[in-house]
């Protein structure tokens, strides 16, 4: 059973930023496509940045206008999703996702997903 772990998520001024991981354990994370997801107050879950198993593509919602960056380190088993400028509307929860059966796109797009974090919260605020 796969299981992940979000860590890095804070307080942070407008134009600063940070940096998420997401550990995995119990499974080794080669196999899985990985994706963020984040959920601002009273509004929908929604996919941030997802990346294949398979060839390690990337898939970046349009919002992000170039901001945001995700990696993955399968000697450590871990995703990392490196975020810069933010502004106030990247405030919310942030969840980290998995499944073996999926694409990027079509994971941070159609929500094909098995597994979940716990989520960690970034408040970018002044």
């Known amino acids: 059973q796969l299981q992940l772990v979000e860590s890095g998520g804070g307080l942070v001024q407008p134009g600063g930023s940070l940096r998420l991981s997401c550990a995995a354990s119990?499974?080794?994370?080669?196999?899985?496509?990985i994706g963020w997801f984040r959920q601002a107050p009273g509004k929908e879950r929604e996919g941030v940045s997802c990346?294949?198993?398979?060839?390690?593509?990337?898939y970046y919602a349009d919002s992000l206008k170039g901001r945001f960056t995700i990696s993955r380190d399968n000697a450590k088993n871990t995703v990392y999703l490196q975020m810069n400028s933010l502004e106030p509307e990247d405030t919310g929860v942030y969840y980290c996702?998995?499944?073996?059966?999926?694409?990027?796109?079509?994971?941070?797009?159609?929500?094909?997903?098995?597994?979940w974090g716990q989520g960690t919260q970034v408040t970018v605020s002044s």
């Open positions: 119990g499974s080794a994370l080669d196999y899985y496509t």
């Open positions: 996702a998995a499944d073996r059966s999926t694409t990027a796109r079509y994971m941070c797009l159609l929500y094909e997903t098995t597994y």
């Open positions: 990346i294949s198993s398979s060839d390690g593509s990337t």
